[in-house]
């Protein structure tokens, strides 16, 4: 069965690095999405991206963060300068366009320390 | 501001019994709706969707809908210590292929033996 494949499952970073967190969605989807979900918290959308473009950002995806599909199967999100509250489980989902059900990898964990 | 409501729970309940789970949303618009299980430290898991009004059953699981008091809800039968997660709630609101969804806390269910 496809799925949405997420490398690496942790990364440990000091504060004010950079990181980069890895995505391949399922093949023939066409609409990605990341979200985070702190500790004991809500899953929080982030961004969604279409045609290569950003098609919403919430307001927590500040000018810290990017997103990219940098070739056909890749969809990569940048945080350039971590925080101690962006430690978190990051989720890359996508879907396809005619039933929009998201399907989400298994997380990166994310530790700013 | 688009809110999900949830009750947190725990809700328990015994081995072969009907789980009951709910939710609300605030957006009248919303047009499709999920319900993702999550184990602990694991991604949202996909179990159920349903975008119009009435009952939708795949297996031990129904969904419900009723758009008119914004709720909507999940029963699981027969139900199993396997399934024992916390439930996400998840909304749609709208109609184009890279919609956002807005999540519950979650619903903590604990079936025991």
């Known amino acids: 069965e496809p799925e949405v494949t997420q490398t690496p499952s942790h990364q440990v970073t000091q504060m004010g690095q950079e990181v980069i967190l890895r995505c391949v969605p399922i093949s023939n989807h066409l609409y990605f999405y990341w979200y985070r979900q702190i500790l004991g918290q809500k899953v929080e959308f982030l961004v969604s991206?279409?045609?290569?473009?950003?098609?919403?950002k919430s307001e927590i995806f500040d000018d810290q963060f990017s997103v990219e599909r940098p070739d056909g199967s890749n969809f990569t999100l940048k945080i350039r300068s971590t925080k101690l509250e962006d430690s978190a489980m990051y989720f890359c989902a996508s879907s396809d366009k005619a039933k929009n059900i998201q399907y989400f990898g298994a997380g990166t964990r994310l530790s700013v320390l | 501001q688009k809110e999900v409501e949830q009750n947190s729970g725990p809700l328990s309940v015994p081995e072969g019994a009907i789980a009951s789970l709910n939710c609300t949303y605030s957006?009248?618009?919303?047009?499709?709706f999920f319900w993702y299980r999550q184990y602990s430290g694991k991604s949202p898991e996909l179990i159920m969707f349903?975008?119009?009004?009435g009952d939708k059953e795949d297996g031990r699981f129904t969904a419900q809908l009723n758009k008119a008091s914004q709720y909507v809800s999940l029963l699981i039968r027969d139900s199993q210590p396997s399934d024992s997660a916390t439930y996400l709630c998840?909304?749609?609101?709208?109609?184009?292929?890279?919609?956002?969804?807005?999540f519950g806390a979650g619903t903590r269910l604990a079936v025991h033996p």
């Open positions: 349903i975008y119009s009004n």
């Open positions: 957006d009248r618009g919303s047009q499709s």
């Open positions: 991206f279409y045609n290569n473009e950003i098609s919403e």
């Open positions: 998840a909304v749609n609101t709208g109609s184009g292929g890279y919609n956002k969804l807005i």
